[in-house]
């Protein structure tokens, strides 16, 4: 299968060159030229497959001409090597638990399928490939552990200085090896920006063996659908399933977008987002207005001018009714999202971090209305990851798991840097050559 850019369909590259470019040479996004349809015997039988075996035919649909089946079942392996719940609250209404993974949050799939493709792909280079990565919280953590000490791989990570948590900055910060950090004076659309100016910049891809690992890479967002079906098999009342997804940059929203194209009956998506809330204004108005992002408790949805608003898009032929009739957004404030969290716990003794929350309230609204509904939000990080927020909103302790104890333990370990494409790659030249 070809993948095509997102500012040019004529622009065709192998699923290869997608994966190891990570941005089209125009500044566009991969897509794939078809997505598979998968038959309706796959559905009837989904309730009685594993997690694995899902995931390994949703990937075969896709990659079945360009990764050997056993090299994918070996990927698939790798990449789910732990379990997505569902976690009932009332009835038909649930929370999917994606934060079961080594870093605790569900960037572990897309970094954990992407680090065993690039590096299939990888075998055949013969320089050293430098992944760039901006994060705005767990991205950076689940690219970094994905990656650390894979051969043949640097992976340098730009996140917003005081912008993400203590615990997710130890998470990227510690690691030392392959991994280098770099604590920029901005935002995390600064950061993004960083990344994208440097696939444009001839010098540099001439030097470098550049690609990305956040969710403008194709590789990142195929694995993210695994779970939507996941869900979608464990659920009793199949009928009007409804997503609430927390979103930021809008890769998690767009893989379900995806999954509901290969065939999953999904009957609506929930685009539930803080008050960075630029694309359901643009549900509400046919108007995209991204704009310097707004700090908040929910900080790893803190984007400005979300990248996959392009995928979402394309995959609608920039019909905005159509897109409408399949996505609904809300936006909450910092205040709601914090009730939230302590309403639940209060109701439901279920601790939900910010991003969760902020799901958890998308769904709830969206169900005043259409009542006869199956809502699922997704869980997308460990509550423990946002320690100061959760305790002050639920007023309790929260217990770190062991995994996150030893990151807590290491020192940080950064590189100051400000906002400017000169800074940024004139660092790159001088770290990445020594």
């Known amino acids: ?68 089946t056993a090299e994918l079942k070996r990927i698939i392996e790798h990449t789910i090597s732990f379990d997505a719940p569902l976690v009932e609250f009332a009835k038909n209404v649930f929370a999917l638990e994606l934060f079961h993974g080594p870093t605790l949050a569900f960037k572990d799939f897309g970094a954990r399928f992407m680090s065993q493709l690039l590096g299939y792909f990888a075998k055949e280079e013969k320089r050293e490939i430098v992944i760039l990565v901006a994060t705005s919280g767990d991205t950076g953590s689940a690219v970094a552990n994905g990656f650390l000490g894979v051969p043949g791989t640097k992976v340098v990570v730009l996140y917003p200085s005081g912008k993400v948590s203590d615990i997710q900055e130890k998470q990227f910060t510690t690691l030392g090896q392959n991994i280098t950090a770099l604590e920029v004076d901005g935002s995390f659309d600064d950061c993004q920006r960083l990344v994208k100016e440097a696939f444009l910049d001839e010098e540099l891809k001439t030097k470098f063996f550049l690609t990305s690992a956040n969710s403008i890479n194709i590789a990142r967002l195929i694995p993210q659908s695994f779970y939507y079906f996941y869900a979608w098999s464990r659920l009793k009342e199949k009928n009007k399933v409804v997503f609430s997804v927390p979103s930021g940059n809008f890769g998690n929203l767009t893989a379900g977008l995806i999954a509901k194209r290969m065939g999953l009956p999904i009957r609506h998506f929930i685009a539930s987002t803080n008050i960075n809330d630029i694309v359901p204004e643009y549900l509400q108005t046919n108007k995209f207005n991204p704009r310097p992002s707004k700090v908040t408790v929910s900080n790893a949805m803190d984007v400005g001018n979300p ?128």
């Open 1 to 68: 299968m070809k993948y095509y850019s997102t500012n040019n369909p004529n622009h065709k590259v192998s699923l290869k060159e997608a994966v190891l470019k990570g941005l089209a040479p125009d500044n566009g996004l991969y897509m794939p030229e078809a997505i598979p349809v998968l038959p309706q015997a796959f559905f009837d039988t989904l309730h009685t497959k594993s997690f694995q075996e899902i995931a390994l035919e949703v990937a075969h649909a896709f990659l079945k001409d360009d990764v050997p």
């Open 307 to 434: 990248s996959n608003f392009a995928r979402m898009l394309d995959l609608y032929q920039n019909d905005f009714e159509k897109l409408k009739a399949d996505v609904s957004g809300f936006d909450f404030s910092d205040e709601e999202t914090q009730t939230a969290m302590r309403d639940v716990f209060t109701n439901n003794k279920y601790v939900l971090d910010p991003h969760g929350a902020v799901g958890y309230l998308g769904l709830k609204k969206y169900l005043e209305v259409n009542i006869n509904s199956t809502g699922v939000f997704l869980e997308t990080a460990h509550p423990a990851k946002f320690l100061e927020v959760v305790e002050e909103a639920v007023n309790i302790s929260i217990d770190l798991p062991d995994r996150l104890k030893i990151f807590i333990k290491n020192k940080k370990q950064t590189i100051l840097l400000d906002k400017s494409f000169t800074s940024f790659k004139a660092m790159l030249q001088k770290s990445l050559t020594n």
